[in-house]
């Protein structure tokens, strides 16, 4: 069974830009979550999508978004892009958060870069 | 919130056993899970515990948990070089919010 796939996996962008950043998830599995992954704060949640839902979400300012695809594959988006926005960004998918065991399995990441 | 600890590193001479260390707050944390992640790569779930359990065994992992105490640990036997990595522990509740909180990652350092 082919795993979480992430593209692009390296992207430089400039100040003010937007970016699009992708997910696959394990086939059959309809839960995605996105994660921020930086030196300074860790792992830190962003949110996570469930039936093309946005079930839960965390910390962060409205120009991060996200949305998932009836086929389960999300994508995340970050407009007005900042410095400290540089970062590696996480993608996991897991089965159905709900049945109770929450197995997550990551993807390699995109590493954004921004200038 | 949940807050979840780590120490930052461990060195340990290859064939040695390792002991990562995670403390956590919410006593109803129910699932706990340990994750590996290797220069470049996503984390990789190695292995999980429910709170209704002591210890789990899985080959050279071993997963220890102390409910009273809050306290998780991953003990890996026969420490290889390609044991190097960050590890993170990462907790969650069964009810409401089942996003886990994750630890701040040990960086284990396996020297010849």
């Known amino acids: 069974k082919a795993g979480v796939t992430q593209t692009p996996r390296y992207l430089i962008k400039t100040r003010g830009q937007q970016v699009t950043l992708s997910c696959s998830p394990i086939s059959g599995h309809r839960s995605v979550s996105w994660y921020q992954q930086t030196p300074g704060q860790g792992l830190q949640f962003l949110f996570e999508?469930?039936?093309?839902?946005?079930?839960n979400k965390g910390n962060f300012p409205g120009r991060f978004s996200g949305r998932q695809f009836s086929n389960s594959r999300s994508e995340m988006n970050v407009s007005t892009l900042e410095l400290g926005d540089s970062a590696l960004y996480l993608c996991?998918?897991?089965?159905?958060?709900?049945?109770?065991?929450?197995?997550?399995?990551f993807g390699p990441g995109t590493r954004l870069t921004v200038t | 919130g949940e807050d979840v600890e780590q120490s930052l590193f461990l060195s340990v001479r290859e064939g040695d056993s390792s002991v990562i260390n995670c403390t956590y707050t919410?006593?109803?944390?129910?699932?706990l899970y340990w994750y590996k992640q290797e220069p470049g790569a996503g984390l990789q779930l190695l292995t999980y515990i429910f709170s209704n359990m002591d210890m789990k065994q899985d080959q050279r992992l071993t997963v220890l948990l102390n409910k009273k105490d809050k306290h998780l640990s991953l003990r890996i036997a026969d420490t290889q070089t390609g044991d190097s990595a960050i590890y993170f522990c990462a907790v969650r509740k069964s009810g409401g919010s089942y996003i886990p909180t994750f630890g701040r990652g040990t960086s284990l350092i396996v020297h010849p």
């Open positions: 919410d006593s109803s944390s129910t699932y």
């Open positions: 999508y469930f039936s093309e839902t946005q079930r």
């Open positions: 996991a998918s897991s089965l159905d958060p709900s049945s109770g065991n929450y197995e997550q399995y």
